[in-house]
Nanobody, 129 residues
Framework: QVQLVESGGGLVQAGGSLRLSCAASGRTSSYYTTAWFRQAPGKEREFVAAITWSGGTTSYADYANSVKGRFTISRDNAKNTVYLQMNSLKPEDTAVYYC???????????????????WGRGTQVTVSS
């Protein structure tokens, strides 16, 4: 089993920054894609960013078009933690942000929430105009 705990959410003004953290515990060694999704009120949960670890220090990151150039995903393997640095925040970034893990052998695109086996409870991000 894998447990994920998100932190770092809060209230920020437009143009501000926040850094979210996702701490993983349990049997994480076989999972190599970690992603952030978000869900605004009345909307579907959507992909934000993902980072894939190929072993060692190799990783690959990808982003939704809506956050490219503003958000950065990174990971600290020693701490089993993934971060989402969010800059130039906009009111439309307001949502609950969820961390998710996808197993190395799991099928499906990392853009799809159905591909992820484990989810955190989420952290609220509110951006005021």
């Amino acid at each position: 089993q894998v447990q994920l705990v998100e932190s770092g959410g809060g209230l920020v003004q437009a143009g501000g920054s926040l850094r979210l953290s996702c701490a993983a515990s349990g049997r994480t060694s076989s999972y190599y894609t970690t992603a952030w999704f978000r869900q605004a009120p009345g909307k579907e949960r959507e992909f934000v960013a993902a980072i894939t670890w190929s072993g060692g220090t190799t990783s690959y990151a990808d982003y939704a078009n809506s956050v490219k150039g503003r958000f950065t995903i990174s990971r600290d393997n020693a701490k089993n933690t993934v971060y989402l640095q969010m800059n130039s925040l906009k009111p439309e970034d307001t949502a609950v942000y969820y961390c998710a893990l996808k197993g190395a052998g799991a099928s499906g695109s990392y853009y799809a929430k159905a591909s992820y086996a484990y989810w955190g409870r989420g952290t609220q991000v509110t951006v005021s105009s």
